[in-house]
């Protein structure tokens, strides 16, 4: 499995805007087949700089999963994003490879 993580850090003043269109941005990121599932988090850390910082981590079966999303579909789903918040957001990709996982369920 890999996670394929996209940070976003946003301005104040289109904070709302854009949290409506990333909800409507990851179905279609979604809907491209290459990948399960995606969760969107907020970072909660105290940052130097302003604004809102979110995390979306999109989970892919495989490597070449992610590199077919790379190559058919993240140019054209990006420039939405671009064209309507390109200077007032900041962004940056990393690629995970699970490991392994760990779950417990407590007994009450």
Do not use: C
Not at 70 to 95: S, V
Request: aromatic share 12%; glycine share 2%.
């Amino acid at each position: 499995m890999i996670i394929y993580n996209v940070t976003i850090n946003i301005e104040e003043n289109i904070h709302d805007e854009w949290l409506i269109w990333i909800k409507e941005h990851i179905p279609q990121v979604l809907a491209t087949g290459k990948f399960t599932d995606a969760k969107l988090t907020r970072v909660l850390v105290e940052q130097d700089i302003e604004g809102f910082t979110y995390s979306i981590q999109y989970r892919a079966n495989s490597r070449e999963d992610l590199e077919a999303y790379y190559q058919h579909h993240a140019d054209r789903l990006r420039q939405d994003g671009l064209k309507r918040f390109a200077d007032k957001m900041l962004t940056f990709r990393t690629e995970l490879e699970i490991i392994d996982e760990y779950s417990v369920t407590f007994n009450p």
